[in-house]
């Protein structure tokens, strides 16, 4: 049933595969096909899943990071058992039927930097571009695919599948310029997803886990601040993507508000509709009129954000 707005869709899709991720307590990788989506989102946007279509317990769909797209007819999701919504999705099987809204919200902006005064500017022709990916645990479902999707920007979105599941090596004949770092922490070693193997898809990993269970042990901020004099040279175009615990977006939006660098975060806020509709999930944003600022809503406005706008 198509929506409103053409770009997004509401159908009942087919489970492929529901399989629990080795070495982790309750995440799971769901792959979904949905041919529309799988060749439609950009990395941040979101799906709305109902799980149970012959009951009414939970009543409301559950929002999703469109995690990665496997191929042109089936994108996946990660999930961690959590409540009702998710643990509902838990018990699917291979041939199952859920209720896929989508792609939903705006994505991350990987072509343009943005100034204060939320004047937007190409980035640098001249300057390397430095993209830095800070990612906390169950966050990277909404940051995996930006490596495909950075290096086959300009390309269409069958371009964007063809290179998908290829290594930095290959993909990296798109944009020999552009260098893409992850920074990714957790508590411990088994909420570090794909850590043994997220590595093909970026140039530099760091890791960090709040035990000292893998990586370096403590804060992942901590990694950053080690590296950040490279990422404020002048040659240097550098961006910054992050998605994770709020304390950590809100350490990661001081620090780069402090050097001047540009941050989109992608927000987590208890959706009810996820659609714009019901006005639950707003949040206070800057604006030069209306005394300063503007409710906006993290689903439809959002879920990704530049920290500049956001209080
Ligand atoms: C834009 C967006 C993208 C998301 N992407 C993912 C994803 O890729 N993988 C994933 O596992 N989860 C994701 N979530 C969270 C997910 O939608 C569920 O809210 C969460 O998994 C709990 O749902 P539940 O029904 O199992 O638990 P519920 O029974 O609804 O709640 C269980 C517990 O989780 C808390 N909770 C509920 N919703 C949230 C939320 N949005 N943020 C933090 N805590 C919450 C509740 O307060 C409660 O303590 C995302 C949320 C948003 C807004
Ligand atoms: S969840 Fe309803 S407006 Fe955002």
Same mark, same amino acid.
């Given at each position: 049933?198509?929506?409103?707005?053409?770009?997004?869709?509401?159908? $009942?899709?087919?489970?492929?595969?529901?399989?629990?991720?080795?070495?982790?307590?309750?995440?799971?990788?769901?792959?979904?096909?949905?041919?529309? $989506?799988?060749?439609?989102?950009?990395?941040?946007?979101?799906?709305?899943?109902? #799980?149970?279509?012959?009951?009414?317990?939970?009543?409301?769909?559950?929002?999703?990071? $469109?995690?990665?797209?496997?191929?042109?007819?089936?994108?996946?999701?990660?999930?961690?058992? #959590? =409540?009702?919504?998710?643990?509902?999705? =838990? #018990?699917?099987?291979?041939?199952?039927?859920?209720?896929?809204?989508?792609?939903?919200?705006?994505?991350?902006?990987?072509?343009?930097?943005?100034?204060?005064?939320?004047?937007?500017?190409?980035? %640098?022709?001249?300057?390397?571009?430095?993209?830095?990916?800070?990612?906390?645990?169950?966050?990277?479902?909404?940051?995996?695919?930006?490596?495909?999707?950075?290096?086959? %920007?300009?390309?269409?979105?069958?371009?964007?599948?063809?290179?998908?599941?290829?290594?930095?090596?290959?993909?990296?004949?798109?944009?020999?310029?552009?260098?893409?770092?992850?920074?990714? =922490?957790?508590?411990?070693?088994?909420?570090?997803?794909?850590?043994?193997?997220?590595?093909?898809?970026?140039?530099?990993?760091?890791?960090?886990?709040?035990?000292?269970?893998?990586?370096?042990?403590?804060?992942?901020?901590?990694?950053?601040?080690?590296?950040?004099?490279?990422?404020?040279?002048?040659?240097?175009?550098?961006?910054?993507?992050?998605?994770?615990?709020?304390?950590?977006?809100?350490?990661?939006?001081?620090?780069?508000?402090?050097?001047?660098?540009?941050?989109?975060?992608?927000?987590?806020?208890?959706?009810?509709?996820?659609?714009?509709?019901?006005?639950?999930?707003?949040?206070?944003?800057?604006? #030069?009129?209306?005394?300063?600022?503007?409710?906006?809503?993290?689903?439809?406005?959002?879920?990704?954000?530049?920290?500049?706008?956001?209080?």
């Amino acid at each position: 049933m198509p929506m409103d707005d053409k770009k997004i869709r509401s159908k $009942i899709s087919e489970i492929t595969v529901n399989q629990k991720i080795k070495d982790t307590q309750g995440t799971y990788l769901l792959r979904i096909k949905d041919p529309f $989506i799988a060749s439609n989102f950009k990395p941040g946007q979101f799906v709305m899943i109902k #799980s149970n279509l012959n009951d009414f317990d939970p009543l409301l769909s559950r929002p999703y990071s $469109i995690f990665n797209r496997f191929n042109e007819n089936e994108f996946e999701v990660l999930y961690r058992l #959590s =409540g009702k919504g998710t643990k509902s999705l =838990g #018990s699917l099987e291979k041939g199952d039927a859920v209720l896929v809204t989508g792609p939903l919200g705006n994505g991350f902006d990987t072509g343009i930097a943005k100034k204060s005064g939320f004047e937007k500017v190409k980035l %640098s022709e001249e300057k390397q571009k430095i993209h830095v990916i800070v990612a906390g645990g169950i966050g990277i479902a909404s940051l995996y695919f930006l490596p495909q999707y950075i290096f086959s %920007s300009g390309k269409d979105i069958q371009d964007r599948a063809g290179i998908q599941n290829r290594n930095m090596d290959q993909v990296k004949d798109y944009d020999p310029g552009n260098k893409i770092i992850l920074y990714y =922490g957790s508590r411990t070693e088994t909420e570090l997803y794909f850590r043994y193997s997220i590595h093909a898809n970026f140039d530099e990993v760091y890791f960090s886990t709040d035990d000292g269970t893998f990586g370096h042990r403590g804060n992942i901020l901590e990694l950053v601040d080690k590296n950040i004099g490279e990422y404020l040279r002048k040659d240097i175009d550098a961006r910054f993507y992050s998605c994770g615990p709020k304390p950590m977006i809100a350490e990661l939006m001081r620090k780069t508000g402090a050097w001047g660098l540009s941050l989109q975060v992608s927000l987590e806020e208890v959706f009810a509709c996820g659609l714009g509709v019901c006005l639950g999930c707003v949040v206070k944003c800057k604006n #030069s009129e209306n005394n300063g600022y503007v409710y906006k809503r993290v689903c439809k406005d959002g879920p990704v954000f530049y920290s500049d706008e956001l209080y």
